[in-house]
């Protein structure tokens, strides 16, 4: 075989493998977009969002959905959370006091799923949430046990637990939870109020996406065989 030729072969050989690489990796990407999209149709995942400059609300949440927050947290990295109450909502300390050191525990775990470096945390006590049982927290979390006024990125916020606390004195957006009594709502000064029982939402300026809890959070929060005790 001559130079040329073998010249022309090696040539074409280079070729067919950056094709083959090619349609390699797009096949390769497909496969990770059609694998991400079914985990998101399952539940195990939500879709991915840019939570940058955002605020996630949650409320009411059973240690099943734990593994679920994580892997929110991963995927929307919001800048700040608020949780409005009863972090470990399978353990109702209001009714079964004794479970005090399965919260503690679950307390720990939530509180460490939420923390990120540049993260603010707050977090509106409920009626089975204690205080004293919580681990020690960074500086960047906030815990109250009344309603809490407060700004994030120019909005304004009020959070508590319980709806009546916030109708007292609504801010612009107003974040709750405890019962599904009380729906989602707008008022006809544009006042927003939220559910954090209903769904998940994150907030920016003049955005609101919504987003569904996973699939057995309300069994797990024993809403129907307490719902007499919330």
Known sequence: ?????????????????KIAGFFSTMTARSLDRALDRLLV???????????????????????????????????????????????????????????????RAAAKRLTGILAAPRRRV??????????ELLPPLPAQYIVCGDALDVTLYGLKFRVSHYVEQILYKPAEYNLFGHSLEQPSFSDDGGRHFFNGMEMMRLIGEGTETGFNYPKGTDDARLTRRSRSAR
Request: proline share 4%.
């Open 1 to 17: 075989m001559s130079q040329r030729v073998r010249e022309k072969t090696r040539r074409r050989d280079g070729l067919l493998k």
């Open 41 to 103: 149709q399952i539940g195990w995942v939500p879709e991915m969002m840019d939570g940058r400059g955002k605020i996630l609300h949650v409320s009411d949440t059973p240690t099943s959905m734990y593994g679920y927050l994580a892997r929110l947290m991963r995927r929307v990295n919001p800048s700040v959370v608020v949780h409005t109450g009863d972090l470990a909502d399978d353990i109702k300390l209001e009714i079964y006091p004794g479970e005090a050191e399965r919260y």
């Open 122 to 131: 707050i977090i509106a006590l409920g009626n089975h949430d204690r205080e």
